[in-house]
């Protein structure tokens, strides 16, 4: 089992940038597939960004390509997503979640963080 804390969001400007963390507490970091989702007021959460056990592969939404880019340090038990190029329609609470490399959903969440961008 793992627990997910996130940091790092906070009020910025259009154009700026941020950087979240999650560290994760419990035994086996490298054993999961890592990843960012975000949701919005008034909609669904959303698929952000995945990263495997080893970090070399990822893969971002439509939205993030270009913008986001999610990384991970397995010997501090931290993944990390920064966020360049902030537009208002970035503003969300941003969940970190893991899964074993072997599930088929993520199972595991963090309580999330919140990200706001002013226009």
């Known amino acids: 089992q793992v627990q997910l804390v996130e940091s790092g969001g906070g009020l910025v400007q259009a154009g700026g940038s941020l950087r979240l963390s999650c560290a994760a507490s419990g035994r086996s970091f490298s054993s999961y597939t890592m990843g960012w989702f975000r949701q919005a007021p008034g909609k669904e959460r959303e698929f952000v960004a995945t990263?495997?056990?080893?970090?070399?592969?990822?893969n971002y939404a439509d939205s993030a390509k270009d913008r986001f880019t999610i990384s991970r340090d397995n010997t501090k038990n931290t993944v990390y997503l920064q966020l360049n190029s902030l537009k208002p329609e970035d503003t969300a609470v941003y969940y970190c979640t893991a899964k074993l490399w072997s599930a088929s959903e993520f199972n595991y969440w963090g309580q999330g963080t919140q990200v706001t961008v002013s226009s």
């Open positions: 990263i495997t056990r080893s970090g070399g592969t990822t």
